[in-house]
């Protein structure tokens, strides 16, 4: 068996990071191709070494100077910089399989490369689908991509659903997708507690250890706001066709409802190398370096629903989601602007959902099926967000 070449994109993240754990266990059926940091650039350099990438990419001229200084002699690697290199390697002919594993918009031109040039496509990259969602799944569609979700919660729903019927829910007998919630670390807060959180609080997520953007949006909700969107594209799902259910141990990674009455759950550690491992190897399956699932010392498995009044997030992703068109892309956009801005200290953690909700009411709902629209969609947010969060400083 030819191994299959794979290119990490965000190779120094978490995802990326884990996505070579697994790799690492499999020398025989996976061959890094390239991967690709943003200034990380020692980080990068150490993982050329270790995995011998025929090419890497990084933000800038100057970071691709120190990385070949670092690499001289040590690692046989082209070094390419800034992002028509990103989608250069996701599209070159000699990639088999692309992990789309940058954090946020960044990332939506070299996971679409990928797509457009019908590759075998695993997205964590979720803001790039719900800011494109039906221009993505028209590229997956007529370039014959595979799409693989990573996200823990469409993993486990793609796992659930009837072999080959993802695309046709009713006609597969499925009456709702559940997609589970940890809660995040403020699961029972009041909106009164919550104005003064700090963002070393909030990226303490109390199951799963991720990178910092992503951990605040589990925080707000917002992380499943967007899965809420991720979701619907993914699966062709109608809004009414997805619930969120909180479940504080992260075991179930979510639910597929059928019309009969069963449900179908996917149970696992919360390990991100488990939904890595099963779409690098889908349709088989291979050593994720796991623990077994002890439900014995678990215990217990909790529920409840999620309280949108303290945390407003969940429904403006869902608002966004059914007023369609353009409104995904700049909730997308705002909240990283306000996330980032949280992050930085400069606004509350209670003003990310404000910010949002006024650069959504700013802006009329347009439609969104060209890139070119959609990524001035992205910047007119950004800036709209920006102005919002300097008044609030
Ligand atoms: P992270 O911050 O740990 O890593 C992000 C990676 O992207 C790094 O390699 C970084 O160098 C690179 N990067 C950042 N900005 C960039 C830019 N402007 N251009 C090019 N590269 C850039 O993030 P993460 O937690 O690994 O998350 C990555 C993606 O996966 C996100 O979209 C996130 O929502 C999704 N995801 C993550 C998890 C998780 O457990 N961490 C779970 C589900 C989905
Ligand atoms: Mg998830």
Same mark, same amino acid.
């Given at each position: ?9 965000g190779?120094?993240?978490?995802i990326?990071?884990?996505t ?79 992990m789309a594993a ?20 695993l997205l964590a990259n979720k ?23 990573i996200d ?120 991100m190398?488990?939904?890595i ?11 994720? =370096?796991?623990? /077994?699932?002890? @439900? ?7 529920? *409840?629903?999620?309280? $949108? !009044? %303290? ?13 369609? =068109?353009?409104? /995904?892309?700049? @909730? ?7 996330? *980032?801005?949280?992050? $930085? !200290? %400069? ?16 802006? /009329? ?29």
């Amino acid at each position: 068996m030819k191994p299959q070449r794979v290119v990490v994109l965000g190779a120094t993240g978490s995802i990326g990071l884990s996505t070579l754990d697994v790799i690492a266990r499999h020398p025989e059926r996976y061959q890094v191709q390239a991967l690709s940091a943003h200034h990380r650039v020692r980080e990068l350099a150490d993982l050329c070494r270790r995995f011998q990438p025929r090419q890497a990419v990084v933000a800038t001229e100057q970071d691709g100077e120190t990385l070949r200084e670092l690499l001289r002699g040590e690692a046989d690697c082209e070094i390419l910089t800034g992002p028509d290199a990103l989608a250069a390697v996701a599209s070159a002919p000699e990639t088999d399989t692309v992990m789309a594993a940058i954090v946020g918009a960044a990332g939506l031109l070299p996971t679409l490369a990928a797509v457009r040039a019908g590759k075998r496509v695993l997205l964590a990259n979720k803001e790039a689908l719900v800011m494109s969602g039906q221009l993505f799944m028209q590229a997956v569609a007529e370039h014959g991509a595979t799409l693989l979700p990573i996200d823990s919660e469409h993993n486990a729903i793609f796992q659930c659903l009837p072999p080959g019927r993802s695309r046709d829910l009713a006609g597969g007998g499925i009456e709702k997708l559940v997609l589970t919630a940890s809660g995040g670390p403020f699961r029972g807060w009041t909106a009164g507690q919550l104005a003064t959180v700090t963002p070393a609080q909030a990226v303490r997520h109390p199951n799963w250890s991720m990178g910092r953007k992503i951990s605040v949006d589990s925080a707000t909700l917002m992380n499943k706001g967007l899965e809420f969107i991720e979701a619907c594209w993914l699966f062709d799902a109608r809004p009414d066709q997805v619930d969120v259910l909180l479940h504080p141990q992260s075991i179930i990674h979510s639910m597929v409802r059928y019309q009969d009455g069963s449900v179908l759950a996917q149970l696992g550690n919360p390990d991100m190398r488990t939904p890595i491992a099963h779409a690098l190897a889908w349709p088989e399956r291979i050593p994720a =370096g796991v623990d /077994p699932l002890d @439900l014995a010392l678990i215990g217990r498995l909790e529920f *409840e629903r999620p309280d $949108t !009044g %303290a945390f407003p997030c969940l429904d403006l992703a869902r608002a966004a989601m059914l007023a369609g =068109g353009s409104h /995904p892309a700049a @909730l997308n956009a705002a909240n990283e602007v306000a996330v *980032e801005a949280f992050l $930085t !200290g %400069a606004l509350a953690f209670t003003a990310i959902p404000q910010v949002i909700s006024q650069v959504l009411a700013q802006m /009329p709902v347009s439609p969104a099926s060209d890139l070119a629209t959609i990524l001035a969609v992205d910047h007119e947010a950004r800036e709209r967000a920006l102005r919002l969060v300097g008044a609030a400083a």
